[in-house]
């Protein structure tokens, strides 16, 4: 028997034994048993791999400047489902604490990767090609002056030919410029022999995520393993601090949204059915979500950008979750009352391959 709630103290009373100290005092749970302490050890697996779960993929955006591998909408569906998720556990008294926590964590991870996703898409992107914009007119004037063609080279006159080309035809002849300055063979230059137009133009030209994953990958398959730069060493390490900290200290708000959840689920039946139905929306919105990443892998036919070390630690972190929690009771009323999340965790797992089998 686990204490009774108006027990100063909280007690095992069938085990004759006071709960283990630290646990009651960051997680308010109380371990009696074996059982409750391998279930425990699971759910701090969990969390820990969820810890985790996100980094790589940070790193690997920042270390692209890119997140062209991960579908936005991916990402946001999940933050909306961990609005349910946090609320849920709060509302509904079957959930386990480290539920309550994993939730919040895997919300911080993803709302960091969310927010550089954004970064790398919107304000890394327009902020770069601001910087060809500015920088055009100082390489032109660089430039050792050339006589422009002249229009009788070409059999067909073109009126109004000036001088001055077009900003895309700057950007053709700078990054023409570039490329023959660079070792790196021009884009795609082994795939495609015959091209209507200059490579660098039909970049500039032709933002489709596929051909610029086409174009990562023959690049990075050609080069050689680099070492993980400094910055993204640094990266990692802000990501670690930023998460790490509510993972370990239970910070006060932590600390406090867990005797808050205590005190709503003493509300008794209401918050618990209000608890469960969030949690059956959780569910739909996190397998709906792996919609937006599946359709963005077949588009692309690949996985590439995609970190695999996110989705191996996701499924080792669902399937503790899952353990965490049938591992703590046999009892189907309270198996029943977390149905949403523990469907939610093996379907997840079963729909990995889908994400990442492409
Ligand atoms: N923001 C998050 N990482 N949310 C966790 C989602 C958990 C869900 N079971 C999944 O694997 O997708």
Same mark, same amino acid.
């Given at each position: 028997m686990k204490p009774s709630l108006q027990d100063s103290m909280p007690y095992c009373v069938k085990e004759n034994k006071p709960c283990v100290g630290w646990v009651e005092k960051y997680f308010k749970d109380c371990l009696c048993n074996f059982r409750d302490e391998f279930s425990f050890v699971l759910g701090l697996v969990s969390l820990l791999c969820w810890g985790l779960a996100e980094i790589p993929q940070i790193i690997t955006n920042f270390r692209q400047k #890119?997140?062209?591998?991960?579908s936005i909408l991916f990402l946001l569906t999940w933050l909306i489902g961990d609005i349910f998720n946090i609320v849920g556990c709060l509302l509904e008294?079957? %959930?386990l604490p480290t539920q309550f926590y994993t939730a919040l964590l895997y919300a911080t991870g993803t709302l960091i990767l969310a927010l550089q996703s954004l970064y790398y898409d919107y304000i890394y992107t327009w902020w770069k090609s601001r910087q060809i914009d500015v920088s055009q007119p100082v390489e032109e004037a660089k430039k050792p002056l050339k006589k422009p063609?002249?229009? %009788?080279? #070409?059999s067909i006159p073109i009126p109004n030919r000036t001088v001055r080309a077009s900003p895309r035809r700057d950007f053709y002849y700078m990054s023409a410029r570039s490329l023959a300055g660079s070792? %790196?063979?021009?884009? /795609?230059s082994n795939q495609w022999s015959? /091209? #209507?137009?200059?490579p660098a133009m039909e970049i500039d030209n032709d933002s489709s995520s596929e051909d610029e994953t086409m174009h990562r990958s023959s690049h990075i398959s050609s080069s050689q393993p680099k070492p993980i730069p400094r910055s993204a060493g640094y990266g990692a390490f802000l990501a670690t601090s930023v998460n790490m900290p509510r993972q370990t200290n239970a910070l006060a708000g932590v600390y406090l949204g867990l005797s808050g959840r205590k005190l709503l689920q003493e509300h008794g039946a209401e918050n618990g059915v209000v608890g469960q139905w969030l949690g059956w929306m959780m569910a739909a919105i996190y397998m709906g979500g792996r919609i937006p990443q599946i359709y963005l892998n077949i588009k692309r036919g690949s996985v590439e950008g995609l970190n695999p070390l996110m989705f191996i630690f996701a499924v080792i972190a669902n399937l503790t979750y899952v353990g965490s929690i049938v591992v703590r009771t046999t009892e189907w009323d309270k198996i029943k009352a977390t149905l949403p999340w523990l469907l939610d965790a093996v379907a997840c797992v079963a729909m990995r391959w889908a994400v990442y089998g492409y």
């Open positions: #890119s997140s062209h591998g991960i008294p079957a %959930t063609p002249k229009p %009788t080279d #070409s070792a %790196t063979p021009p884009i /795609r015959v /091209r #209507s137009g200059p």
